[in-house]
């Protein structure tokens, strides 16, 4: 994937942020709870098709939470 191609379409792609200590309390939580965390995704894609995925992120409206799996 080059990502020099998507600094001319503004873009925004955020990764998780937080705090370094809250990752394994949320970890653990995502483990315990999946079925609370799934509520929250919208779409999933293969990493075969991580560029539809960045479409469908960047749409409005097209989407709540994307996800990429590497499956």
């Given at each position: 994937?080059?990502?020099?191609?998507?600094?001319?379409?503004?873009?925004?792609?955020?990764?998780?942020?937080?705090?370094?200590t809250?990752?394994?309390?949320?970890?653990?939580?995502?483990?315990?709870?999946?079925?609370?965390?799934?509520?929250?995704?919208?779409?999933?894609?293969?990493?075969?098709?991580?560029?539809?995925?960045?479409?469908?992120?960047?749409?409005?409206?097209?989407?709540?939470?994307?996800?990429?799996?590497?499956?």
């Open positions: 994937m080059n990502f020099g191609d998507l600094l001319d379409r503004e873009l925004d792609i955020r990764l998780s942020v937080g705090y370094p809250e990752i394994f309390q949320v970890t653990d939580n995502i483990i315990k709870y999946p079925e609370l965390y799934a509520k929250i995704i919208s779409n999933v894609f293969p990493f075969s098709d991580a560029l539809k995925a960045l479409k469908t992120a960047a749409t409005p409206g097209a989407a709540d939470k994307v996800v990429v799996s590497f499956d």
